[in-house]
Antibody, heavy 114, light 112 residues
Framework: QVQLKESGPGLVQPSQTLSLTCTVS????????VSWIRQPPGKGLEWMGV???????DYNSAIKSRLSISRDTSKSQVFLKMNSLQTEDTAMYFC????????WGQGTLVTVSS | DVVMTQTPVSLSVAIGQPASISCKSS???????????LNWLLQRPGQSPKRLIY???KLDSGIPDRFSGSGSETDFTLKISRVEADDLGVYYC?????????FGAGTKLELK
């Protein structure tokens, strides 16, 4: 059974760096890609980036300069780091299996506020 | 970036009646492999999105055949043959052909 679960700090101060973890089970990161998507409160979905099964990455150009996605295959974890956070980065952050988003985690809410 | 234009923004449908959602892309979604990476997802209230259809018309496991997807190039449609109460929520189309992948703005399905 494929499962993904996001975890993170919940509250981040403006200008600080966000660090999130996506822990997966029921799938191998060496044969599956994982994507990150976010959704501001009451708004639509924004694709952030993907880490491929070979470890390569692709990012949304709109946030590419601030974003980094990496992984630890031995721990079945994928990491998202985004710096210089602003209030408009307040959102629910999701990880999902594959580039076509076949399975999603429950999401973790990140609030950017002082 | 590829712009995905979804219509209508909202849809009010009675149980048992059909529903249809359109998604138009600003450029062709046919990839270099010849495949068309157009997906449909449903986000029920308070839940994560769930993929319903991938590659334009392929139903995910467990998705009832009341749902169907069609289309090509830049013009795509999601149809529900007979709406049930469990179908309410926001439907999104997603293109996975061109980076960055982009979503439609969503169509909210409400029950009449």
């Amino acid at each position: 059974q494929v499962q993904l679960k996001e975890s993170g700090p919940g509250l981040v101060q403006p200008s600080q760096t966000l660090s999130l973890t996506c822990t997966v089970s029921g799938l191998s990161l060496t044969s599956n890609s994982v994507s990150w998507i976010r959704q501001p409160p009451g708004k639509g979905l924004e694709w952030m980036g993907v880490i491929w099964s070979n470890g390569g990455t692709d990012y949304n150009s709109a946030i590419k300069s601030r974003l980094s996605i990496s992984r630890d295959t031995s721990k079945s974890q994928v990491f998202l780091k985004m710096n210089s956070l602003q209030t408009e980065d307040t959102a629910m952050y999701f990880c999902a299996r594959g580039s076509s988003l076949a399975y999603w985690g429950q999401g973790t809410l990140v609030t950017v506020s002082s | 970036d590829v712009v995905m234009t979804q219509t209508p923004v909202s849809l009010s449908v009675a149980i048992g009646q059909p529903a249809s959602i359109s998604c138009k892309s600003s450029q062709s979604l046919v990839g270099t492999s010849g495949k068309t990476y157009l997906n449909w997802l449903l986000q029920r209230p308070g839940q994560s999105p769930k993929r319903l259809i991938y590659l334009v018309s392929k139903l995910d496991s467990g998705i009832p055949d009341r749902f169907s997807g069609s289309g090509s190039e830049t013009d795509f449609t999601l149809k529900i043959s007979r709406v049930e109460a469990d179908d309410l929520g926001v439907y999104y189309c997603l293109q996975g052909t061109h980076f960055p992948y982009t979503f439609g703005a969503g169509t909210k399905l409400e029950l009449k």
